[in-house]
């Protein structure tokens, strides 16, 4: 069986950038996981470049009213056709992502864990964003209002897994966040799922400082987490590089990624 990275790209604004571009060109560097992208609202010819790049290029079939949170629901009815076809599926955010190391040689490597998430190494509270994010959701709900403010931030760009429970974990985002008429956040929905995720011992939450699965940029750029960059890899504190570097362009490293490959990009769609 074979494993694939999914994501899912809107509007031709938001793939003609350079960004997205540095986005593509790492993952053409990868071979050994097919490629898959959801798309709405590109043309024809984008269409065609995003092919050069991607096993299956998508134009969702569902209605998507919040990309945040509908493209779950794209995920989720992908997937179910495709329980028998692959291993392991992985979803990331398009553009921001730099992939340093397969990331299904990490999944493999915990045969006993059925979906990973990942902490951006910072709690709710001291990152003003998340805990706004979090504080609007919380006047949606009726009950079970926890107290959030301890939780580590849980990253919606980055969650991987084995095909069928993550198709389970991602129907749990899209149902739940559709419950609210008002826009909100796959993220917000995926921290309040944190603490009930964390006591399922078949769910990894990763940490950049207890593993080398990803690194995130916000966490980064508050100085939260310690990384060091050598010109090539982001690295943690013992030197091992990250198997994904996410939300890149959140800091100082940003102009040295887009300096270094600007100079060896072809085109920019």
């Not at 134009?59 to 949170?69: G, L, Q, T």
Request: include cysteine; glycine fraction near 4%.
């Amino acid at each position: 069986m074979r494993n694939a990275i999914i994501t899912y790209a809107e509007g031709n604004d938001f793939v003609q950038t350079l960004d997205s571009e540095i986005f593509l060109h790492n993952l053409k560097k990868h071979k050994n996981f097919d490629k898959i992208v959801f798309t709405r609202g590109l043309t024809d010819k984008n269409l065609n470049i995003l092919s050069r790049y991607f096993d299956e290029v998508i134009v969702c079939s569902n209605a998507i009213h919040n990309n945040a949170r509908d493209r779950f629901m794209a995920y989720y009815n992908w997937m179910v056709e495709r329980l028998d076809k692959y291993e392991y599926v992985m979803h990331l955010d398009f553009r921001d992502i730099v992939i340093q190391k397969d990331p299904f040689e990490f999944m493999k490597s915990h045969p006993n864990k059925d979906v990973f998430v990942v902490s951006e190494g910072m709690k709710i509270k001291d990152n003003y964003w998340n805990n706004m994010d979090m504080t609007y959701y919380h006047t949606h709900l009726q009950f079970h209002k926890d107290d959030f403010s301890e939780y580590y931030v849980i990253n919606g760009g980055t969650i991987g897994g084995k095909i069928f429970q993550l198709s389970q974990l991602f129907l749990l985002l899209w149902t739940n966040s559709n419950r609210l008429s008002k826009s909100n956040t796959d993220q917000a929905t995926l921290n309040y799922l944190y603490p009930y995720l964390k006591k399922n011992p078949r769910v990894m939450v990763c940490h950049p400082y207890e593993d080398d699965f990803c690194a995130t940029g916000e966490g980064i750029k508050y100085g939260n987490v310690i990384v060091t960059y050598n010109g090539t890899d982001v690295c943690n504190r013992t030197g091992d590089k990250y198997f994904i570097f996410h939300q890149w362009d959140r800091t100082e490293i940003a102009d040295s990624i887009r300096k270094k490959q600007a100079n060896t990009l072809s085109f920019v769609i």
